[in-house]
T-cell receptor, first 113, second 112 residues
């Protein structure tokens, strides 16, 4: 089972560039999430989705956009990269039942220079 | 706004010791609490999930307790092993959509 797959694993961007972080899951989960983790900090929620076509903001959405056209995929878009967006980005998914744990990908390590 | 605190931030113990990691949260209106393990350069692995109506959950050498009224949870690791070395994260769900609020984690080092 692949679980949650994130690509790329590493990326260096220049200030002002844009990119899309890819996330796909093969567990038929309804809920998907994007978090960022800064050094020495816990994870903070950027956006989440409760199903195809439905997304909502988390705690730190500024500078990011998401879409959910299929159950499997939940890409995260950075339009104008800024140094403050240097972080490790994690995608996660879970079943609709709130009693189910979240499954995480291995993360994308992004540096903005 | 929910805030999650984990104490200690780092812990170093010799192999074989029993140890306790602590987690506290400010808003007791939670749906569940999860403990995760994070290895360096890797994603998070869910260890235990405790529903708000439960008092504890056990998995092998791990036991997690929850006292919702006081806003506290503990993760007990019995007979620690070097392979237990990792960062342990506590997270609570206060949303019907299972979004999580995380603590900063406890970095555990178990020496042979």
């Amino acid at each position: 089972n692949a679980g949650v797959t994130q690509t790329p694993k590493f990326r260096i961007l220049k200030i002002g560039q844009s990119m899309t972080l890819q996330c796909t899951q093969d567990m038929n989960h309804n809920y998907m999430y994007w978090y960022r983790q800064d050094p020495g900090m816990g994870l903070k929620l950027i956006y989440y989705s409760v199903g195809a076509g439905i997304t909502d903001k988390g705690e730190v959405p500024n500078g990011y956009n998401v879409s959910r056209s299929t159950t499997e995929d939940f890409p995260l878009r950075l339009e104008l990269a800024a140094p403050s967006q240097t972080s490790v980005y994690f995608c996660a998914s879970s079943y609709r039942d709130r009693g189910q744990p979240q499954h995480f990908g291995d993360g994308t390590r992004l540096s903005i220079l | 706004k929910q805030e999650v605190t984990q104490i200690p931030a780092a812990l170093s113990v010799p192999e074989g010791e029993n140890l306790v990691l602590n987690c506290s949260f400010t808003d007791s209106a939670i749906y569940n609490l999860q403990w995760f393990r994070q290895d360096p350069g890797k994603g998070l692995t869910s260890l235990l999930l405790i529903q708000s109506s439960q008092r504890e959950q056990t998995s092998g050498r791990l036991n997690a307790s929850l006292d919702k009224s006081s806003g506290r949870s503990t993760l007990y690791i019995a007979a620690s092993q070097p392979g237990d070395s990792a960062t342990y994260l506590c997270a609570v769900s206060t949303s019907g959509y299972s979004t999580l609020t995380f603590g900063k984690g406890t970095m555990l080092l178990v020496s042979p």
